[in-house]
């Protein structure tokens, strides 16, 4: 007996389909501002926007990519932190699940981003205000003219003004992004708090 041909998906069902598709082409071409690869921020997209445990074989399947492609960005999303690994009774496949906490995930990608940018970035200005610090000119000798006193002295306040602004920016990012805290959400719902006051007396001088 011939078995009967899967029955086409409901309109609903196509419709969610095609809306979770177009989630993941939008978000996939915002990748080069989160700074990843489009193939990775698609399956993110698709881990969270379905809300399902899926596993690398699924992923495949649905973005039509391949093992090696698959492998790599689920390894680099658990890196990120933004999906973990799930399990499912009686299947030995390996299954993730995308983080469903919008603010837990804009943490977790702040953080990463943080780690992976601002510090270096740091890191490198710190060392080349040292490389014309007066302890090393000490050590080498030199005295410098008025003249060049002058050019460093402008160089590093260049850097000083530099360093001290990114410093602060992270001292902040690291308040807002702390997983114990919620700090990155009370500050958005400050600022939607003022934007709503804004549009109010806008309103009331449009009304006067």
Known sequence: MT?????????TRAQLAAAQDRFVAVWGQMAGAWGVSRTM???HALLYITGEPM???????????SRGNASMSLRALLDWGIIERAHRRGDRKEYYRGEQDVWALFRAI????????????LASLHEIRDMS????????????SETDRALLEAHHQRLDAMIE???MLEKFAHMFVSPAGRGLQ????ILAGGRSGE??????EGAA
């Open 41 to 43: 921020a698609e399956v």
């Open 3 to 11: 078995p009967a041909p899967p029955s086409p998906p409901s309109p």
């Open 199 to 204: 549009r109010g007396a806008d309103r009331s």
């Open 186 to 189: 009370a500050a958005a719902q």
């Open 55 to 65: 596993c690398t074989d699924d992923v495949m399947e649905r973005l039509q990519i």
């Open 133 to 144: 610090s007066s302890d090393r000119r000490r050590g080498k000798g030199e005295t410098p």
């Open 110 to 121: 702040v953080r990463g981003r943080l780690t992976r940018e601002v510090d270096p970035l």
């Open 165 to 167: 602004f990114f410093d």
